[in-house]
C-alpha cells in the first residue's frame, strides 16, 4: 500500500487558515487522495478528496501538487469545532476498498 | 436522513465470553466496513462487504472474530471468547459504491474485564 506523511500535530488560531500537509511520493496513477477527520469520541468523517485537480467544498479545500506527490488539505477559517485528528489517505483500484489509516495529524484550534 | 447506527453504544462483558455487535448501514449503501480502534491506537480494517460478494475478511485479526451481512444490509460482528485485548471502539461504516466516502456510525465501545 502507498504511504502517506503527515506532522503528529498542527495549532492554529480560530478564524485563520490552516494548511495540513501530506507527502505521498509512492502514489500511484490511479489512486485517489482522500481526506477524513476525527473529532473527540466520535467516528471518523470524511471531508474531501481528489486525483489530480484542486478541489473545493463547503468543508475545505485539497490543494494537489503537480507531480501529485503531496497534497494540502486547506480550512479556510478554523473554528473551535474544527479541532480533530486529520487523516490523510490513498484510495484506489489497487490500494483496495478498505480506509488504511495512518498517525494522522492532531489539529488544535486556539480561542 | 438517517446515519449509520450501531448498538450497543457501550459493551461491558467477562473475559470468555462471546459478544455480538450490530451495525445498520445508510439504506441502499451497497458496501459495509468494521475498524476498530484500541486506546491510543489508530483505526485498524476489520472486514468489508460489498453486494452479493464473499466479504474481505483479511483484516479480522483472528478466528475468533466473524461477521455476516443479511439482506445486503444489517450486519453483525461477532467475537467469540472475548480476551482483554478484544477492548476497543468498533466502528462500522457504510459507502454507496467501492471507493465513494465512507460514512461511519458512531461506535460500539467494547471491555472486557
Known amino acids: 500500500d502507498a504511504k502517506t506523511t503527515q506532522p503528529n500535530s498542527m495549532e492554529s488560531n480560530e478564524e485563520e487558515p490552516v494548511h495540513l500537509p501530506c507527502n505521498h511520493s509512492?502514489?500511484?496513477?490511479?489512486?485517489?487522495i482522500h481526506w477524513y477527520r476525527q473529532l473527540p469520541s466520535q467516528g471518523p468523517e470524511y471531508v474531501i478528496h481528489?486525483?489530480?485537480s484542486n478541489v473545493n467544498n463547503r468543508m475545505a479545500s485539497l490543494a494537489i501538487a503537480e507531480d501529485r506527490k503531496s497534497s494540502t488539505l486547506i480550512l479556510h477559517r478554523a473554528t473551535l469545532r474544527d479541532a480533530a485528528v486529520y487523516y490523510c489517505?490513498?484510495?484506489?483500484?489497487?490500494?483496495?476498498?478498505?480506509?488504511?489509516f495512518g498517525e494522522g495529524t492532531q489539529l488544535t484550534v486556539n480561542p | 436522513g438517517a446515519g449509520v447506527s450501531q448498538s450497543p453504544s457501550n459493551k461491558v462483558t467477562e473475559k470468555g465470553k462471546d459478544v455480538e455487535l450490530r451495525c445498520d448501514p445508510i439504506?441502499?449503501?451497497?458496501?459495509l466496513y468494521w475498524y476498530r480502534q484500541s486506546l491510543g491506537q489508530g483505526l485498524e480494517f476489520l472486514i468489508y462487504f460489498q453486494g452479493n460478494s464473499a466479504p474481505d475478511k483479511s483484516g479480522l485479526p483472528s478466528d475468533r472474530f466473524s461477521a455476516e451481512r443479511t439482506g445486503g444490509s444489517v450486519s453483525t460482528l461477532t467475537i467469540q471468547r472475548t480476551q482483554q485485548e478484544d477492548s476497543a471502539v468498533y466502528l462500522c461504516?457504510?459507502?454507496?459504491?467501492?471507493?465513494?466516502?465512507?460514512?461511519f456510525g458512531p461506535g460500539t465501545r467494547l471491555t472486557v474485564t
Open positions: 489517505i490513498l484510495r484506489g483500484w489497487t490500494s483496495g476498498s478498505r480506509l488504511t
Open positions: 439504506s441502499g449503501h451497497t458496501a
Open positions: 461504516a457504510s459507502s454507496l459504491e467501492v471507493l465513494d466516502e465512507q460514512y
Open positions: 481528489g486525483l489530480t
Open positions: 509512492t502514489i500511484s496513477g490511479t489512486d485517489y
